[in-house]
C-alpha cells in the first residue's frame, strides 16, 4: 500500500480484493487509525478482529484471505 488515502478511496468505490481490505485494515488497526475515522471503519475493524481475520496487534491471520472469500 503506497498511500492510506488512495487506498480509502478505492475502498469506498469498491476497487479492492480481499487480500488488499484485509492489508489496509490491518494497518488501519496496527496504526490506531481505525478507531480515529468515521465510524464504519471502526466498525468493520471490530467486525474483522471477532471473526479472527485480523488480531488486535494488526495482524492478517494465518488463512484469512481463505477464510473471508469462504464466508
Keep these: ?6 487506498d ?3 475502498l469506498e468505490a469498491g476497487e ?3 487480500e ?9 488497526i496496527k ?7 468515521q ?4 466498525r468493520t475493524a471490530e467486525r474483522l478482529i471477532e471473526a479472527g481475520l485480523i488480531t488486535r496487534d494488526g495482524e492478517v ?3 484469512a484471505v481463505e477464510q473471508a472469500m469462504a464466508a
Excluded at 488488499?20 to 488501519?28: P, S
Excluded at 496504526?31 to 475515522?37: E, R
Excluded at 465510524?39 to 471502526?42: A, D, I, Q, V
Design 39 to 42: 465510524g464504519s471503519y471502526g
Design 61 to 63: 491471520s494465518p488463512n
Design 1 to 6: 500500500m503506497k498511500d492510506i488515502a488512495i
Design 16 to 18: 479492492l480484493g480481499v
Design 31 to 37: 496504526s490506531g487509525m481505525a478507531w480515529d475515522l
Design 8 to 10: 480509502l478511496m478505492a
Design 20 to 28: 488488499e481490505t484485509l492489508d489496509l485494515f490491518a494497518l488501519l
